[in-house]
């Protein structure tokens, strides 16, 4: 299924393959220098190039990605990371939707069979979280305070790559983070959002992240 997916997404329209990318991760700059390599011959070769742009990536855009993601432990669905459209199956599995097109005509592609990149941002948020569903109060409470420091702290969300964590690993990795100055977490942060992209972009072409 990698293969076919990623022929599929090698040759959509730049702006789909981009909306795509997006709901992996919301920087922009990201998105366009990975469309920009197209096409790609395997998993691999789109996985280097997502690490690549990740280590030009501007501040900025690094800020951007992190605001498309919710707080850990927050109970929501979360957001698109890139502008919110109607699907199209490019999988197989049904037929394109009859909602309005996405931007400039194009209707988003579903690489993943998961939905908009809207909807696939939100559940793939839930998975990684998936250590929190079984929380207690206490430690939810705690994570919740831990949340408003680091955002006081950091002006940004606590991002970690928290696939495999439970709540308690979460809550003392949010602590620890709180002591680093302002440069160390920028480069824990840059680090932990590009296993994260890297993870969402396997899950969208069907690689071992699935």
Not at 36 to 48: D, E, V
Not at 70 to 99: F, K, N, Q, V, Y
Not at 138 to 167: C, H, P, Q, S, W
Request: proline share 7%.
């Amino acid at each position: 299924m990698t293969k076919e997916r990623l022929a599929r997404f090698n040759a959509l329209p730049a702006e789909v393959a981009q909306a795509e990318l997006l709901a992996c991760c919301a920087a922009p700059s990201w998105a366009t220098a990975v469309t920009a390599g197209r096409p790609y011959t395997n998993l691999a070769a789109i996985l280097a190039a997502t690490d690549d742009a990740f280590a030009r990536m501007p501040s900025a855009d690094l800020s951007a990605a992190v605001a498309a993601h919710p707080r850990i432990g927050d109970r929501g669905t979360g957001h698109s990371a890139g502008p919110a459209a109607p699907s199209r199956d490019l999988t197989g599995r049904g037929e394109p939707s009859s909602d309005p097109p996405g931007p400039k005509g194009h209707p988003h592609s579903d690489l993943s069979g998961e939905g908009a990149p809207d909807t696939r941002n939100g559940e793939w948020s839930r998975q990684e979280q998936a250590g929190v569903a079984s929380a207690g109060a206490d430690t939810l409470a705690a994570l919740a305070v831990g949340n408003r420091a680091y955002e006081k702290r950091f002006g940004r969300v606590f991002l970690i790559f928290a696939t495999g964590l439970t709540a308690a690993d979460l809550l003392a990795a949010l602590r620890t983070r709180l002591d680093n100055d302002p440069d160390t977490e920028e480069e824990i942060v840059r680090e932990e959002l590009r296993k994260i992209t890297g993870l969402r972009v396997r899950k969208l072409l069907g690689g071992d992240g699935t």
